[in-house]
């Protein structure tokens, strides 16, 4: 969907304008403002981390691996991009390119018998960095050499820096200037054809122009009426602290080939039914027939931005009316879904304002609940002789009252099982709350696959299981 070309398409003769026809702003996203703002809510959080652990198996070069990173920090301004709050407003400043720093911590002298428990009180420490967007770096990186040839990476960063898309381009980019310098040959790597800042002056641009006004327009229409209040708590608590429980369960490739023949019996997405499940959840246990979730969605509708790092990624609200049966509920939600899709890049932060719903700590608007699928490619690494695998990692945190992220088979990343990741709030859930609330899930998937009549009878892989991190 082509959304910079919507607000020039009936205009005879004019072009619509590219991203990198635009000059830098020192304004920030829409998407970035959202996170800002509710910093100022919740200071000092870590719920808008970012993290991740890279393993490698064979030598690795520190030096070589900072002058990499390095490289790829010179050629992503937003990299190396702060935000300070104005008079007017937050302002974006691009800081100049800088030699990265990887810390290293040795644990080659610790016992085999204690080495992992070592590295994961570094990985817990490392996993509690909170960051000052008004201060560089927004991202450090750690490594932690376990044996001669093993290594673990650990990297946190910042959300306003970084969307899910970003993390195989940032890998793949270091990747390639790593093997570059350790072969003394120059680094060739694509045009990156606009910087985020202009992404900035091109999407403010489109939003308060004439596409702007038709889309919210749109989601006035599409939201009037729903309930934008839906607790799965009778007695909501004061605050939140954005602490959370993490859950990861898994279904296995049987189970995801069931799911996924269901799916296609009812001529729906996998994301589809298993959002849908989730609505169905959530509707039975609040008693609410109408009302949002949210979900992550892509705004790299241009071509310009796609080979650019940074946050451009946006939650939009779907409108959930439940149906009678499973059948039904699918066909409704595909529908909401395919409406909220068309103006998926009006940001959330600009549809509270325009709704004039008040923001308030410990709940989010419009939306308590989200649910969401991960499938942007991880690259597998190599580093000289040495290979990397990526792990996403939680943090204890939820910025919802219930987050879902479903990570699914992934033929490219070898991965036959879905991940499904699940952050509660722990102000209002317990660790016994979120498990059962996980595993009804999991059960009410298996239930609808069965009554679309497929024939395969799924297995739940394993039960699960609160992560320590």
Known sequence: MNVGATATQGLIGVAPRRVSDYPRTNRVSYNQEQICLLEAFYPNNKAYNFQATIEIEGALELSVLEQAISAVIARHEMLRTTIELGTEGFVAKINAPYAFEVAHIDLRDTTPEAVEAAFEGILKARLETTFDVSRPPLFTITAVQ???????????????????????????????????????????????????????????????GDYGKAALAFWHGYLDGSDFEVSLRAERPEGSNLAGL????????????????????????????????????????????????????????EQDIDPMIGMVVNTVPVRVLLEAGATETLRSVQKSFFKAIRYHDVPLSLLVR???????????????????????????????????????????????????????????????ECRISWQFSETLFDANQARTFAEAFCALLSDWINEIACPAQPVISQEPQVAHL
């Open 146 to 208: 376990m044996a001669e040839a093993n290594w673990r990476l650990i990297q946190v960063e910042h959300h306003v820096i970084h969307d899910g898309w970003s993390l195989g381009r940032l890998w793949s980019e270091i990747e390639a200037a790593y093997n570059a310098i350790l072969a003394n040959v120059q680094l060739e790597l694509h045009d990156i054809p606009a910087q985020y800042q202009q992404f900035v002056a091109w999407q403010r641009d489109q939003i308060e």
């Open 354 to 416: 325009t709704l004039n719903i008040r923001q308030k700590k410990g709940s989010n608007p419009i939306f308590q609940h989200c649910f969401s699928f991960h499938d942007s490619t991880v690259p597998k690494l190599r580093f000289g002789e040495a290979a990397g695998v990526i792990h996403e990692r939680q943090n204890r945190t939820s910025k919802f009252d219930v987050n879902v992220v479903v990570t699914p088979p992934s033929k490219i990343r070898k991965v036959a």
């Open 246 to 301: 993490n859950i990861d369960t898994y279904l296995d490739a049987a189970f995801y080939k069931s799911l996924s023949a269901a799916a296609r019996k009812c001529a729906v997405s996998e994301y589809v039914l298993m959002f849908s499940v989730f609505s169905r959840l959530v509707g039975d246990l609040t008693g609410s027939q109408d009302f949002c979730v949210g979900t992550a969605v892509s705004a790299r509708s």
